[in-house]
Antibody, heavy 121, light 107 residues
Framework: EVQLVESGGGLVQPGGSLRLSCAAS????????MNWVRQAPGKGLEWVSS????????KYADSVKGRFTISRDNAKNSLYLQMNSLRAEDTAVYYC??????????????WGQGTLVTVSS | DIQMTQSPSSLSASVGDRVTITCRAS??????LNWYQQKPGKAPKVVIY???SLQSGVPSRFSGSGSGTDFTLTISSLQPEDFATYYC?????????FGQGTNLEIK
């Protein structure tokens, strides 16, 4: 069974740092582009960052560029998100999601269960 | 970034109804459009990818159409388990963007 399990969320003060992890199982992790997508409480979905299978291609949303760093360890089947200089507006549930594909079509599937990050003093 | 606009933002319907949700892109995205279903407290699940392709395991009452800038998600006969929030998402640009969501409620 394909599974993604996030961890590392919690309460952090503004300006602080946090590192999220996503453990993957049930598929060849190194073959897939992986992503972080977040959802603020009661709000919609926002793509945060993506990383290719070999870590060669990395992208960020403008809202997190320069503060967040995505990385992966294919030997450990794990995805990470280092979040620095956190702001109140970064408060959200953070999901990791695999990028599925068929031809030129790409979509997020599956998603993990999410981990809540709360930025507050 | 490509902006995605859904309508309506909320919709009340009854079991057995046929419902349609619309998504418009700020520029052409060919058919690089996906639809997700999200239930409260749960992660989203893809229902339609590539504008028209039904994800494996998703009931055939779900269908998608459109290309260019205008897309629709149709549920032909609502079932109790279909009441959820639906999001469209473009994959034309790898700076992926989502619509704001449509909350489908029981009337």
């Amino acid at each position: 069974e394909v599974q993604l399990v996030e961890s590392g969320g919690g309460l952090v003060q503004p300006g602080g740092s946090l590192r999220l992890s996503c453990a993957a199982s049930g598929f060849t992790f190194s073959s897939y582009n992986m992503n972080w997508v977040r959802q603020a409480p009661g709000k919609g979905l926002e793509w945060v960052s993506s990383i290719s299978g070999g870590s060669r291609t990395i992208k960020y949303a403008d809202s997190v560029k320069g503060r967040f760093t995505i990385s992966r360890d294919n030997a450990k089947n794990s995805l990470y998100l280092q979040m620095n200089s956190l702001r109140a507006e970064d408060t959200a549930v953070y999901y990791c999601a695999r990028l599925g594909s068929s031809g030129y079509d790409n979509w997020f599937d599956p998603w993990g269960q999410g981990t809540l990050v709360t930025v507050s003093s | 970034d490509i902006q995605m606009t859904q309508s309506p933002s909320s919709l009340s319907a009854s079991v057995g109804d046929r419902v349609t949700i619309t998504c418009r892109a700020s520029q052409t995205i060919n058919t690089y459009l996906n639809w997700y279903q999200q239930k409260p407290g749960k992660a989203p699940k893809v229902v339609i990818y590539g504008a028209t392709s039904l994800q494996s395991g998703v009931p055939s009452r779900f269908s998608g159409s459109g290309s260019g800038t205008d897309f629709t998600l149709t549920i032909s006969s609502l079932q109790p388990e279909d009441f959820a929030t639906y999001y469209c998402q473009q994959s034309y640009s790898t700076s992926y963007t989502f619509g704001q969501g449509t909350n489908l409620e029981i009337k």
